[in-house]
Structure formats: structure tokens, C-alpha cells
């Protein structure tokens, strides 16, 4: 520590960070350039495999109810089964197997929410102290991660559609949250509730919560783009990936934010707190009414 | 007290002194310091109802000194900085300054609102004692009267604030409230334009909040302190009500002196008040406003609910059809008239109504002072129990989304049964609790005529098994002894053919036929001097019918 | 009621006399414990007899008072310590984790305080005060007949005296002269506000639509609420959409910006063409299936805005109105009696415009609407 503290004020110093950084610059940006040449002849073959992966991943779960061709099925009396897959995009099929909704396993109403099957499950535990064990559950994720990227790159191979947002576009620190506040107030909070805590539907069909840390940044912004299920869309032209962004810093901003005033009664407004004050408020009160209006204790007089 | 009393000090003294010299004061002291009390836990609960509203006004003077009830428009630039840059109003941005700049502040908003959830549910509670227990009987109808109108008070002033603080939640309050009076025929447009000052939800000048404000800080405040004050007085006056008891007659009134048990008590349930309502304010959130945002005409929340003792005019709302009249060029709509004045209307004035109805029904014109055990008076407690569910049932309609969410039950279904239920419900509810009363009776009956299971088992020397009873104390007896039994039916007509006052005409028949509902079932409960030694173990339901053929 | 007088009769009944019950056999349920709600048994002692305290008890009932009394001292030394002290470290409490820290304890203490105080009088009162249980009369609250026939010829005379029965003109030109005093507050609260006139008839749309028509262009452009973004007929074509808008310029040329959104505030819905109802297709106010709906509900006047693109319902999160986008927000649910009034829509240079206000009054509904 010494060390570096001395050398910092060597003359030379500054020019040696600034040579440093640039270096840095060109190895980060020579890893983000797609690679010409040999590179790219590998690259089709890779790539060539993986769509291969994609399908066969397809028709190992997708494809009973999707289709063959992900035309989508329909029933006796031509009441659809299951949509058409063809146009969704990469963003659809990222959505509904990350979080587990497809493969559906009964269709009720709505599809809840769940663990993704294992082909899938990209947020399996890997912080294991034995290395062995930390290792394969690693092999796991990484193999689940790219199952995921073949199958949405097969889906969208099939008809396009909307693609996976990147990592800068969902960055909750990038977003503004009091306009993503306002716009999450106007268009979302009227199913979602006002801090996103989930509400009711027709139907049977729900809001789903949005307030808890499992859904993603990723998740958050692929529902809106491609309105899964009852949800409405909210393309990129409605919606500005920037307005996306917004909304979802105001959502994780908000989850994150602590409850200055205690225990947050599930964030769903009065009718918790009508309840709290009534079972703990009146409740407590009531305890202490009967223990100041009860007999005196006996054992106290004077016998 | 049984040591011989010390002289009182010269300070207390000297300023007795002092007031008795200018004012008499001593005559009063004299004669109600040791006033007696009755105790029991829930004459406890008006108190709560007490305690809660001098903690609004503390709490509520602490936020006027920061609040601003300005509708006018301002950018937020301030602590919670997720609302940086928001547009919004005075009000809301001061709300937001109390809660995250003065210290102290959002624990003063939240024992406030705490203490108006407690306040309501006090009051809720302390009414449904006094109408279980008859206390409302002669001579405290007038007590009664102004509980009710309290407990109006008190929703309007709830409402009031609710709104104030100019949040979405609030402002979707009011733009209901707007939506309600323009529904009201005739004068509604008028009345939502007059409150208002012009169009939702900023009028011409932005005079709604300060006009809310104004109610809610000095009109309403004040006529419930003064209505607050008549109803203590009143009580005091007349005595509190006793719960039956070998103690307690229609004479004499038994219990600690008000100085100092009594005052020490009452002092020790006002530091509970306030300990329970900063305990609930300290542990848990209420009415968190920088979550709800700044109104927004545009904006709406899942679940938009308003404070508990609104949720009946919002599940009467929502499970109302769709009725809507259209004819001679005017609109009527039953789809919010009704529900905004059928329910509260039902029950309010069903309330108001009731000491008197029964007073007329039952021909008791005398004053009770020891209250009737709810089992006593089936009728009356049977519609309590409708009433409440009734009552309940609107509630919960209030929050069907949140039910249908939480519990996993389809939106419309929820609608569906409540819209059933909110007829069935009562009725169910009134045949229930009365057979349950009188079972009750009979089983009291049978406790006086056979005396209490002792356990013990005896073998008779035919070798027949039966419990042996023993006499039930007399504390218990005088309790179960407090019931007065219904008196035999006067005959419509007396021998020489004139019909008993009272009995002529439509009226006098409903009454005679209200009459002989009230007291149609009664089981008589009578000491008649005689304990079963050895009864062989039954039920009491035959002790009961037993008993009836005997009295008949 | 039978009054029960014998109160007189002192004496616990606890253990009970001889000739009363044995001991209960343990396990048999007790009719009597059920109902001791009533703190029963006391006798009322002779005025002015206390109760004698077992000395050792209650010393140590006085340490646990006094204790808990020097507990709520000390929570009130804290809350002010805490707030002299603490709480106003670097410039004052700003923000979401001080004003956590600082209710957690301004609160902590000052619960700690009430309830320790409170505590300790309820011992007090029930463990060291002596005060036995009195017997008072409740006196009849009526006056007797005496005084009452005195005090109503008292009444009499003073009417007489004042001659208001006498003089039947004088007390008629009292009430005269007090009934129109009684209405002039009622004059006086005119002001409040401006009458409804066409008020609730139209919305923003209207004049923006009106304006735009004098410049020669078919409507008024859709802005999205929040962004202010104007929406392209391409925007939104994406089938299952819905957004908020409101007419462009609202918040510029308007004299009440918030009460003019607060009527004009429109859902924009992107409903599968095929779906649409006949009636609807006939208005022929859609563009390709973009469809444009008041968003205040026409029952009490929420916003009605969760749109299922499943279902094609929209549904009011107050009171569960629903109504069918594709016809036309026909009211397929719950209590609102009308349709949302629909907006008509077309395009214009590629942009979404309205051609026209609502053909009816928004929002809920009123006596004059018909």
C-alpha cells in the first residue's frame, strides 16, 4: 500500500494510468467487436449448433402443446390451446421460461409464477463451500443459461419478434424514478397496485406481485414489451426503452426503499391497516381494559 | 383509610381554598369524589374512544404547525428524493416535509392516523356493548343518540382527512365523493360544483383542501368535543350503567370511588391509550403517502381502498347491479344512491330508532340502570347480530379485490356472494343467535332449578349411575336471577268487552303482534326454592321444557 | 330485573361453606367458571374502611411500581436525549433512513415511557390502594310532581308576564322577522362555487379539437400522459397495447390544466380488428383497431384501466365495473350503468388524431345528463 502511494507521485505516474486505461479499453472493446475472419466461419457452425439445441429443446417441452412448426394448437371446437410462437420473439420465450410459467404444467386461468424446470433454471444455488460440488452446479447454470439463449434464438429464428433487452437498457441506476414513478402510476399501478404488490383480475386472472427480488430487471421490462398473457404491451414506441427504464428503476428503487414508519403491512394500503388496528390496537387496549377492571388478587390482603 | 387521616398539606389546601372561596368548588368535590364506578373491562371501551380523540387533537396541532392546505401546483425538490422533480401540490409536498424533514413528524402522522383507526373502532366497539347490554335503555336514550351522531362525526372527519394530504389514494377518495354527489337528483351538480369551488379536483382557485382543512381542523373537531362533553357529563350525571351482579340493584350503584381508584385507573387506561397507539406507530406503517404519490386525475391504484369505517359505503358500492333511470330528460342512479344511503342509512337509523321502538314494543317505561345479560333479550341481541352482520358483510365487500387476490377466488364470484349473502347473512344470523340466546336461558334455568354438575358421580343402590348436583353459588344465581321474565300477555279485551289501551287500531295490533314476538319463546327463570339433590344426568334442553309446561 | 339487594351479606364464598359443594374432581368443566366475566364477589364495605395490605406484598408491589416509574423517567430522558442529541446530527434528519431511525426511536421510547407508567399505576391501584368498594343510591333523575306543576306555573307566568300570548301580532312579526335571517347564511354560501351550466358536458377534446380545426387539420394529436410523446398510427400498432393519453396541448393552453385532464383522460387500446363488434365497426371511430375510451369510469368516476388483452375487459379497480373494449365498452360487470364513451379517432400525416369530443358527457352520471 505503501508502495503504490509513492508511486502515485512519481512524474510519470499520470501518463502510465493514462496508457493503462486506454489499454483497458481496447482488450474490453476488442472482446465487445465481433470477431472477422476465421472467427466468423466458427461462429455460424457455432451458431448453427445451437439453433440445433434450440429445436431440440423445443420439442422436448414446448412443442406438445405449441406445435410441431409453433403454429400454435386448438381444440375440438377450434378454441386455441396454445398461441402461435411464431413472431413472439426472443423477449417472450426469455420471459416465460425465466420465470418459469412455460413449460406450463395445468393451465388454470393464469400461468403462476414458479421454479423453471431444470433445463432452464438459471438462478440454481452455486455458492456451495465444496469445490466439487460448487463446480458442477456452476456446469448447471452455465449449460441452463445457454439452453435459454439457444431456445429464444430458435423461437425467434422462426419469425423474429422482440429481443432481449440488454444489460444497460434495464439498469435500474440508469433510470429516472420519478418519471417512471408517474408512468407507473398511470398505466401499471391500476392492476399491479401502487407499489407493485400485485391485484386482482376477472376471472380468476391475477396482477402478479412485482415487489419481490426474483423478478428481474430483465423480467420487468420483457412483460411490458411483450405483454404476456392478459397484460397489455407496451412497445418500444409507446413506451420509450428510456420510459421502460424509468419505470423499472421506480420499481426496484421502491422494493429496496426500507419502511420508514415500521413494518410495511404488505404495502397493499387500509384494509391491512384497518385489520392491524383493530386485531393489535383494539386487541391490546381490550387486555389492558380487563386487567385494570379485574378482581384484585387475594393472596395480597392481610388473611 | 383505616389509619387516622394526616392533615392535608398547605399547598393542596391553600388551593382548594382558593376555588371553594370564588367558585364553591368544594360542595362538588364533596359530592362526587367518591362516586362510585362500576367496574367491568368493557366500560373500559368508550374510554379508548376518549383517549384516542385527545390524541388527535395533540397530534393533529403538531401537524397544522407544518402542514400547508394549499392546492397549488409546486416542483418537489426535497429529502425523498424519488419524487424529485414531481409536479404535486402545497399539501402533499408539506405532508412529505413532515414525514422526512421534521424530526419527530412521521411518528406524529402515524399516531395520528392510528389513533382515528382506534377512535372509530373504539367507538364501534364501545356501541356494540352498550346495545348488547341494553345500557341505551331509559333513561340513556339521549346518550345513545349522541353516540351515533358521533360516530357520523367521526367518518366525516376521518374521510376529511383521509384527504387531505392531496395522495392518489386520497384523491381517488374524493373524486368518489364527486361521483356520489352528482348522482344526488335535483341539487347534485350544485353540491359537487359548491364543494369543489368549480371542477375536480382543483375547483376554480384550488379550494377544496383549504375547505376540507378548515372542517376538518375546527368545525367538526370542535362539535365533537362539544358533543364529547354533553355525552360525560350526561353519563356522569346519571350514573354509569352496571353489569347484573349480586351487588348491584336499580337503587343502589356499586363500585370503587372515582377518587382514587377510579381516577387512578382511568388515568392508567389513558397512558395505554397512548402507549398502544405510539407502540402501533412505532412498529408499524400507516398511510404511507410518498408511496401512493401525488394525485394524478389519471392515475389509479389495484386495490384503491379507503379507511376501515368507509369500507361499507365502498362494498355497498361495489355490489350494487347496475340500476340506472333515464326518463324526461333526467337521470336517476340507484347503481350509487342506493348503496351511498340505503346501507348506513339502515343502520344508523335503525340505531337511533331502537331505543324507542322497543320502548314502545315492550311497554317499559321504567329506568334500567343494571343492564340486561344479552341471552336475556333474544330479540334485540339476534337483530344486533344481523345488524353487525349485515354490517360486516358490506365491509368485507369493501375489500373483495384484495380478497379475491390474497385468497385466490374468482373477482365476480366474490361479487356474487356478497350480493347474497348480504340478504341471507342477516336473517341467518338473527335465527342463529336467537336460538342460541335461548338455549342459553334454558341451560340458565336449568342451572337455578337443578343446581351445578359436581363431578361426582354417585351409584344408586340399584346400581343406576347419576351426577350429583349441587346448588350454584350465589353470585352466580343473583346474575343468572337478573333475567325478568316475560309477563303473561294482557288480554286484548277485558270481561266486559273493552279493548286494553294500547291495542286499538293498526298501530296498537302491530305492537300486540311485535309484542308477543319479543317475548313469544322466553324460558322462565325463576328460583323456586327447590335443589335437586340427585338428578340423573340430562340435558337441560328437557329441564327446559319441563320447566315451561310447569309454568304454564 | 329482579333487584338484587342482598348485598349486605358479606363473606367470600371461596372455599365454599359446609352443606355446598365438595372440591371439584379435576378434568369437569365448570358451568360457573364460564361466566365470571364479572368481577363479582366484592362486598361493599362500610364507608371508610380500607383493606389492610400484607406488609411484605406490598413493599415489594412499591419496588416493582417504583421501578416501572424510573423506567418511563428514563424512556423520557431518552426520547428528549435522542432528540436533542442524536437526531440532529449532520444538518438534521433528511431522507428515508433517518426518519426510520428517528421514528424507531422518538417512537421506542415514548412507548416504552406511556406504557411503563401505565403499567405501574395499574399495579398500584390493584396491589397497594386500600379503597374498599362503596354502595351509593341512584336518585330518581325525574323531579318530583311538585316541582315540576311549580316550575309550570313559573313557565305560564312568565309567558303572561311578557305578553307574547297576549299579543299574538307581536310574536308573529318576531317569527317574521326570524325566518328570512335563518335562509341569509344559506344566501351567503353562493359563492362557494360557479354553477354546473354545460360544465360536465364536454371535455378538453372538444376545444382542442376545435382549434385544430382552424388551422385547417382534421384533429388533435394523442399524447401519451407523462411523456407527452404524440403517438403514431405505427407507434401503436402492436395488437394487445394500451396506453394513457391526453390531448396534445392540454397542459399549455388550458386555464386548469389538472381539471381538464381529469375529464379528457382517454385509454388508447389496440383490439384485434376481427374481434371488434359490429356496432362498433359501423361507428367506425377505430384506426385498424386502435380504439379510444374515456378512462373515468362511468359509474362513480375512477379510473377504469386494467385492460386484459386476453379478454379485451376493462375493468375499474374501485368497483369492479367491467366493460368490453371490442364492443364498444358495452358494461359486461358490476355497478356502472353506461359505457365508457368512446372517442373518435383517425390518422392523420401517420400521427393518431381525435376528429371530435366524446358524443356524450364523461365520467358518472348526473340528474341533468339524461
Known amino acids: 500500500m505503501k508502495r503504490f502511494t509513492a508511486w502515485r507521485r512519481r512524474p510519470w505516474a499520470g501518463y502510465a494510468v493514462v496508457l493503462a486505461a486506454l489499454a483497458a479499453i481496447g482488450a474490453i472493446y476488442a472482446g465487445f467487436t465481433p470477431q472477422n475472419g476465421r472467427a466468423e466461419a466458427a461462429g455460424i457452425a457455432q451458431a448453427q449448433e445451437d439453433l440445433e439445441n434450440g429445436r431440440q429443446l423445443y420439442n422436448k417441452n414446448c412443442a406438445s402443446c405449441h406445435g410441431q412448426n409453433a403454429e400454435g394448437t386448438k381444440d375440438a371446437n377450434g378454441k386455441p390451446l396454445a398461441p402461435s410462437l411464431l413472431g413472439v420473439g426472443a423477449a417472450s420465450v426469455d420471459f416465460q421460461v425465466s420465470t418459469g410459467r412455460m413449460p406450463a404444467m395445468n393451465p388454470g386461468a393464469q400461468m403462476p409464477r414458479k421454479r423453471p424446470i431444470p433445463e432452464f433454471d438459471v438462478n440454481i444455488k452455486t455458492d456451495y463451500h465444496d469445490p466439487e460440488q460448487r463446480e458442477a452446479a456452476e456446469k448447471k447454470k452455465a449449460q441452463a443459461e445457454k439452453n435459454l439463449a439457444d431456445l429464444r434464438a430458435y423461437i425467434a429464428s422462426l419469425g423474429g419478434g422482440p429481443a432481449v433487452p440488454t444489460a444497460d437498457q434495464v439498469d435500474p441506476d440508469k433510470g429516472d424514478a420519478a ?7 398511470t398505466n401499471c399501478a391500476q ?12 376471472g380468476g386472472k391475477y396482477a402478479p406481485p412485482l415487489d419481490s427480488d426474483d423478478v428481474t430487471p430483465t423480467q420487468i421490462y420483457e412483460a411490458m414489451l411483450t405483454g404476456p398473457q392478459a397484460m397489455p404491451v407496451f412497445n418500444d414506441t409507446t413506451l420509450t426503452p428510456e420510459n421502460k427504464r424509468d419505470i423499472i428503476a421506480y420499481l426496484v428503487k421502491t422494493r429496496e426503499e426500507p419502511n420508514p414508519g415500521g413494518n410495511g403491512l404488505g404495502r397493499i394500503g387500509p384494509v391491512s391497516e384497518g385489520l392491524a388496528g383493530w386485531l393489535i390496537g383494539l386487541g391490546l387496549l381490550v387486555l389492558a381494559a380487563m386487567w385494570i377492571t379485574a378482581k384484585k388478587p387475594k393472596k395480597l390482603k392481610k388473611s | 383509610m383505616s389509619q387516622t387521616a394526616p392533615a392535608a398539606p398547605k399547598a393542596v389546601e391553600g388551593s382548594l381554598n382558593f376555588l371553594d372561596d370564588r367558585l364553591g368548588s368544594t360542595n362538588f368535590f364533596k359530592r362526587n369524589a367518591r362516586k362510585a364506578f362500576p367496574d367491568h373491562w368493557s366500560f373500559m371501551l368508550g374510554e379508548i374512544a376518549l383517549y384516542s380523540f385527545v390524541i388527535l387533537l395533540l397530534t393533529g396541532t403538531f401537524l397544522t404547525l407544518w402542514f400547508k392546505p394549499s392546492m397549488h401546483e409546486v416542483i418537489y425538490e426535497g429529502s425523498y428524493t424519488k419524487l424529485n422533480g414531481v409536479k404535486m401540490s402545497e399539501a402533499y409536498a408539506s405532508a412529505l416535509h413532515i414525514s422526512f424533514d421534521v424530526r419527530g413528524g412521521l411518528l406524529m402522522r402515524q399516531i395520528h392516523h392510528w389513533a382515528a383507526v382506534l377512535f372509530m373502532a373504539a367507538i364501534m366497539a364501545h356501541m356494540l356493548r352498550v346495545f348488547f347490554t341494553g345500557a341505551y335503555r331509559k333513561p340513556r336514550e339521549l346518550n345513545w343518540l349522541i353516540g351515533i351522531v358521533l360516530f357520523t362525526l367521526g367518518m366525516v372527519e376521518g374521510l376529511f382527512g383521509y384527504s387531505l394530504p392531496d395522495d392518489l389514494l386520497s384523491g381517488t377518495g374524493l373524486r368518489i365523493t364527486q361521483g356520489v354527489l352528482e348522482a344526488v337528483p335535483l341539487v347534485g351538480t350544485y353540491g359537487y360544483m359548491f364543494l369543489f369551488g368549480g371542477e375536480f379536483p382543483e375547483g376554480n382557485h384550488g379550494d377544496l383542501i383549504p375547505r376540507l382543512f378548515t372542517l376538518h381542523v375546527l368545525l367538526i373537531p370542535g362539535v365533537i368535543l362539544a358533543l364529547v362533553t ?26 370503587y370511588p372515582f377518587y382514587p381508584v377510579f381516577m387512578a385507573k382511568t388515568g392508567a387506561f389513558f397512558m395505554f391509550t397512548f402507549g398502544v397507539t405510539a407502540l402501533l406507530s412505532t412498529v408499524t406503517q400507516i398511510n404511507p403517502i410518498w408511496l401512493y404519490g401525488p394525485y394524478d386525475p389519471g392515475a389509479i391504484s389495484a386495490g384503491s ?10 362494498g355497498a358500492l361495489r355490489i350494487m347491479p347496475n340500476w340506472e333511470i333515464t326518463a324526461w330528460g333526467h337521470t336517476l342512479s340507484l347503481n350509487v344512491l342506493i348503496p351511498a344511503t340505503l346501507p348506513l342509512g339502515i343502520v344508523f337509523g335503525g340505531a337511533a330508532a331502537w331505543p324507542f321502538l322497543e320502548r314502545w314494543v315492550t311497554g317499559d317505561n321504567r329506568s334500567h340502570h343494571v343492564v340486561e345479560r344479552p341471552r ?4 334485540r341481541t339476534g337483530v344486533g347480530v344481523a345488524a353487525v352482520t349485515f354490517y360486516g358483510l358490506l365491509w368485507l365487500a369493501g375489500a373483495n379485490d384484495v380478497l379475491a387476490d390474497k385468497f385466490h377466488v374468482e373477482l365476480f364470484k366474490t361479487t356474487w356472494f356478497f350480493r347474497v349473502a348480504i340478504f341471507a347473512g342477516p336473517i341467518l344470523a338473527y335465527i342463529v343467535t336467537k336460538r342460541i340466546c335461548l338455549g342459553l336461558q334454558r341451560r340458565d334455568a336449568a342451572v337455578i332449578d337443578h343446581g351445578v354438575e359436581s363431578g361426582i358421580i354417585v351409584m344408586s343402590p340399584e346400581g343406576k349411575f347419576s351426577e350429583r348436583h349441587v346448588p350454584v353459588r350465589e353470585e352466580e344465581k343473583a346474575v343468572i336471577l337478573s333475567k325478568e321474565n316475560a309477563k303473561p300477555e294482557a288480554p286484548a279485551v277485558d270481561g266486559s268487552g273493552i279493548p286494553a289501551p294500547g291495542t286499538k287500531g293498526p298501530m296498537g295490533f302491530l305492537r300486540s303482534r311485535l309484542n308477543r314476538g319479543w317475548t313469544l319463546d322466553d324460558i322462565p327463570v325463576e328460583d323456586r326454592g327447590h335443589h335437586g339433590e340427585h338428578h340423573e344426568v340430562e340435558e337441560g334442553e328437557r329441564a327446559g321444557a319441563e320447566q315451561k309446561e310447569l309454568s304454564r | 330485573m329482579s333487584d338484587n339487594k342482598d348485598h349486605s351479606t358479606g363473606g367470600e364464598q371461596q372455599p365454599r361453606e359446609e352443606g355446598g359443594a365438595p372440591g371439584r374432581v379435576v378434568g369437569t368443566p365448570s358451568p360457573a367458571a364460564e361466566r365470571r366475566l364479572l368481577p363479582e364477589g366484592d362486598t361493599a364495605a362500610p364507608e371508610g374502611a380500607g383493606e389492610e395490605l400484607d406488609e411484605q406484598a406490598a413493599k415489594r408491589a412499591e419496588r416493582v411500581v417504583a421501578s416501572l416509574f424510573v423506567l418511563a423517567f428514563a424512556a423520557s430522558v431518552a426520547f428528549i436525549a435522542y432528540y436533542i442529541g442524536w437526531s440532529g446530527r449532520d444538518g438534521g434528519m433528511h431522507g428515508i433512513e433517518r426518519a426510520r431511525e428517528s421514528n424507531l426511536w422518538l417512537g421506542g421510547t415514548m412507548t416504552l415511557a406511556f406504557l411503563a407508567m401505565a403499567v405501574g399505576i395499574t399495579i398500584w391501584v390493584r396491589r397497594l390502594m386500600t379503597s374498599q368498594p362503596v354502595v351509593q343510591e341512584r336518585h330518581e333523575l325525574r323531579a318530583d310532581d311538585a316541582t315540576r306543576e311549580s316550575f309550570a306555573k313559573t313557565f305560564l307566568e312568565g309567558a303572561q308576564e311578557s305578553g307574547i300570548t297576549k299579543r299574538p301580532l307581536l310574536r308573529r312579526t318576531l317569527l317574521l322577522a326570524a325566518a328570512p335571517l335563518g335562509l341569509a347564511p344559506l344566501v351567503l354560501l353562493r359563492d362557494l362555487g360557479p354553477l354546473p351550466e354545460k360544465r360536465l358536458r364536454h371535455t378538453y377534446w372538444g376545444e382542442a379539437v376545435r382549434r385544430a380545426k382552424a388551422q385547417g387539420k382534421k384533429g388533435v394529436r394523442l399524447v401519451v400522459d407523462g411523456t407527452n410523446k404524440p403517438l403514431k398510427v405505427s407507434d401503436f400498432a402492436t395488437p394487445g397495447g394500451m396506453i394513457t393519453v391526453v390531448p396534445e ?21 389496440n383490439v384485434p380488428p376481427d374481434k371488434m363488434s359490429p356496432r362498433m365497426r359501423a361507428r367506425g371511430w377505430d384506426v385498424n383497431g386502435i380504439v379510444a375510451y374515456s378512462k373515468i369510469c362511468t359509474h ?32 359486461v360487470f358490476g355497478p356502472a350503468a353506461r359505457p365508457l364513451p368512446q372517442l373518435p379517432l383517425a390518422e392523420e400525416d401517420g400521427y393518431l388524431v381525435a376528429t371530435g369530443d366524446f358524443p356524450e358527457p364523461i365520467g358518472p352520471s348526473f340528474w341533468e345528463r339524461g
Not at chain 3, 390544466?257 to 375529464?263: G, H, M, R, S, V
Request: aromatic share 8%; hydrophobic share 40%; with cysteine.
Open chain 2, 376 to 379: 336475556n333479550a333474544p330479540v
Open chain 1, 191 to 202: 392492476c399491479h397496485n401502487f407499489v407493485g404488490s400485485g391485484g386482482a383480475l376477472t
Open chain 3, 249 to 269: 396541448g392540454i397542459e399549455e393552453h388550458s386555464e386548469h390544466p389538472l381539471n381538464e385532464i381529469a375529464k379528457a383522460v382517454t385509454i388508447l387500446i
Open chain 3, 300 to 331: 362513480v368516476g375512477c379510473p377504469a384501466a386494467l385492460y386484459e388483452q386476453t379478454t379485451h375487459h376493462i375493468l375499474c379497480p374501485c368497483h369492479q365495473s367491467t366493460f368490453d373494449a371490442t364492443d364498444a365498452a358495452k358494461v
Open chain 1, 179 to 185: 418519471v417512471g414513478g408517474k408512468l407507473f402510476r
Open chain 2, 305 to 314: 381502498q379507503p379507511d376501515f369505517y368507509m369500507g361499507v359505503l365502498e
Open chain 2, 230 to 255: 354533553a355525552h360525560m357529563m350526561i353519563m356522569w350525571h346519571q350514573k354509569h350503567t352496571a353489569m347484573p351482579s349480586r351487588n348491584q340493584s336499580e337503587k343502589q350503584v356499586y363500585g
